[in-house]
């Protein structure tokens, strides 16, 4: 369990940023894997009070406040109105509901773990990130960047259509995602997203739906690495397993025919 020397339920986000430039501190999400670690913060800073757990509609787009749970992006009817069942999928298998309801959006996506099954999702989507210091920076590209003291408030996504399907595999029902990933279709072009390789996703584009060559030449590209889940070879077979399952889910939608 972590412990802290000082609490402070911030006022403002530039607050936050401010406390947050010190190596000691750290931001306070829903806490679900800091407490796991042994670590003395000197100071832990609270966003709760900021309006940042709310999912708001615009005509263009679906913002999203870091503080937003887990449970909420599964339960969401917004979500589901525009997604479909994408957020109740990327979601349902992780750990339970109790732990759902604690664990944060912003918590989960700062931390850009390699299993991430919320990153793998959201990158078949159009998604950006707003971050206190630097502004809106796509999703793909903040996965990419090392990790600074900067406070993510919000993730944005835009409402164009895209249609998308994810798909992961256990060894058990509530396990870290053996290999996930997503499939997604605008205007007849593809996205092909592979996450829990173990390490982070990765994203290709395609002009239209992929072929079984054009499939196997990502995976033939794509480092997959062994750890005690499973070995590099079986996640690069079941990388072709589940992209197919997604790839005929989202063929079944009109739009992406």
Known sequence: MFSAQQYVKATSLQQALELNQKR???????????RLGKKNYATL???????????????EEIVLGAM?????????????????????????????????????????????????????????????????????VSLADYVQMPYDRDVLARVILKKNGRRAWYESFRNTETDLP????????????????????????????????PSEQQLQEMFDKTEFGSNMRAGAEYRRQLAGVLCRRAIEQVKGDAECR
């Open 24 to 34: 000691s501190s750290a931001i306070l999400g829903g806490g679900c894997w800091m």
């Open 68 to 136: 937003v749970t887990l449970r909420q992006l599964e339960t969401s009817p917004v979500l589901a109105a525009a997604f479909g069942p994408l957020f109740a999928r990327m979601t349902e298998h992780i750990v339970g509901v109790q732990f759902r309801n604690c664990a944060t959006l912003g918590g989960s996506v700062v931390s850009r773990f390699g299993f991430s099954d919320i990153i793998t999702g959201l990158l078949a989507l159009d998604c950006e990130v707003e971050l206190v210091q630097k502004g809106r």
């Open 178 to 209: 053996v290999l996930n990933c997503a499939v997604s279709c605008l205007n007849g072009s593809a996205r092909v997203v592979v996450g829990a390789r173990p390490a982070r996703a990765v994203m290709q584009e395609f002009g239209q739906m």
């Open 45 to 59: 800073i609270d966003l709760s009070g900021l309006g940042l757990d709310t999912i708001e509609e615009t005509p």
